[in-house]
């Protein structure tokens, strides 16, 4: 297969892209606007299988004529800002590249599907979030019946973008899938994010932010179960569905930042104290969902998928990645993050 990835310079997209060339015989197409959050991930630019275009899914003219050349059996749209904190600072960046740029690729990628020859394959493959969902109380998990109830700008956009996907398929018969991912973690995730914002943190000694009282839970999953996923539903889907993701690893953010000190202490300890002791409580995210968890029985009964990698394991080496990569993330930081507090949307 010829996959064209949206977003496949990204933290998700260049696991899905190393997966592509590392255990498949498909090219990665990679179109991408190459934003702050974008570093390709280790991926090897002069692989011959890797095609990489730099271009905004807001541009029509550069996604058909992307369409017209490259000729993908399929899109897997991952292209977004995916920063909830930043959606709350600047929520209009999030309507333009989620909502339009989803709505011009499945207006070119429709027309590119009509005129295929026929009995062509094609599936559009929308890469979505549980964040779509709400917020959960103490009980329960999401299912792909769940309803919508989106509360950040982020999610919202997401929301929008995934009644969009499925639109187009009712309305014009695109063949679509779609799936809604939990919280992903490993190496390569830009540094604003939980796991490697509190690593980098301690590792340069300043305070370890963990807003409200941390007693928010996630449901962790590491990025590259979430690829082998991704690449499951894009070739077994089926068309105008939707599949839940999740790790079914509940954690309360407290206690990832426990665990990462705790990892810490081995790998890296600090000469005056134990990390834990730099934990900070701070100002919550206005709105902050409560409690995310997946039920991803859908996923696991059609399509056989399960998560490889088990937290701690996962955890332990993510950490240890950041740990041995902080050239990486001095360079990313540099082109679009200080480090600074996001969100408070003051
Ligand atoms: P990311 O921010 O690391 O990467 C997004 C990529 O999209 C970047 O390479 C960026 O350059 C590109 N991009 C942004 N705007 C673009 C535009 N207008 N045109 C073309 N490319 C553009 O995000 P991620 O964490 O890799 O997430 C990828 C997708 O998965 C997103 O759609 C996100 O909503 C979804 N998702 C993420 C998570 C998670 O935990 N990270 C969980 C579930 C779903």
Redesign the pocket.
């Known amino acids: 297969m010829r996959i064209m990835i949206?977003?496949?310079?990204?933290?998700?997209?260049?696991?899905v892209v190393r997966l592509v060339l590392g255990e498949t015989d498909h090219h990665a197409l990679v179109?991408?606007?190459?934003?702050?959050?974008?570093?390709?991930g280790g991926v090897p630019r002069d692989h011959p299988r890797l095609t990489v275009r730099e271009?905004?899914?807001?541009?029509a003219g550069a996604v058909a004529q992307f369409l017209a050349r490259e000729r993908p059996d399929a899109i897997l749209?991952?292209?977004?800002?995916?920063?909830v904190d930043r959606s709350i600072d600047g929520p209009a960046?999030f309507v333009?590249?989620?909502v339009l740029?989803t709505a011009v690729l499945l207006e070119q990628a429709t027309a590119y599907w009509r005129a295929l020859e026929p009995g062509r394959v094609f599936r559009f493959h929308?890469?979505?979030?549980?964040?779509v969902f709400g917020s959960l109380g103490e009980e329960g998990r999401f299912t792909e019946e769940t309803r919508y109830d989106p509360r950040s700008p982020?999610s919202a956009s997401?929301a929008a973008?995934d009644h969009l996907v499925r639109a187009w398929h009712h309305t014009y018969g695109l063949p679509v899938v779609l799936?809604?991912?939990?919280?992903?973690?490993g190496p390569?995730?830009?540094p604003e994010?939980l796991i490697p914002h509190l690593v980098l943190c301690a590792l340069d000694g300043r305070t370890l932010p963990v807003y409200g009282k941390g007693e928010n839970v996630r449901d962790w999953?590491h990025?590259d179960d979430?690829a082998r996923a991704l690449l499951l539903v894009l070739e077994r889907g089926a068309v105008g569905h939707s599949y839940n993701?999740g790790g079914r690893c509940e954690r309360r953010n407290i206690d990832v930042a426990a665990q990462i000190c705790a990892i810490l202490d081995e790998l890296a300890p600090r000469a005056d104290g134990r990390h834990a002791d730099a934990i900070a409580f701070v100002a919550d995210r206005p709105g902050h969902d409560r409690r995310y968890a997946i039920d991803a029985s859908k996923i696991a009964r059609e399509l056989g998928w399960q998560p490889r990698e088990s937290f701690e394991q996962g955890l332990r080496e993510t950490v240890a990645w950041y740990v041995e990569n902080r050239a990486w993330c001095e360079e990313i930081k540099r082109r679009g993050y200080d480090g600074a507090r996001l969100g408070l949307g003051a």
């Open positions: 949206t977003g496949g310079a990204g933290f998700i997209g260049s696991a179109f991408d606007k190459f934003t702050y959050a974008a570093s390709l271009a905004d899914i807001c541009d749209h991952l292209a977004a800002e995916s920063h960046q333009r590249t989620n740029g929308h890469v979505s979030t549980d964040e982020y997401k973008a799936s809604n991912c939990s919280n992903n973690y390569w995730q830009f994010k999953l990025v979430h993701v």
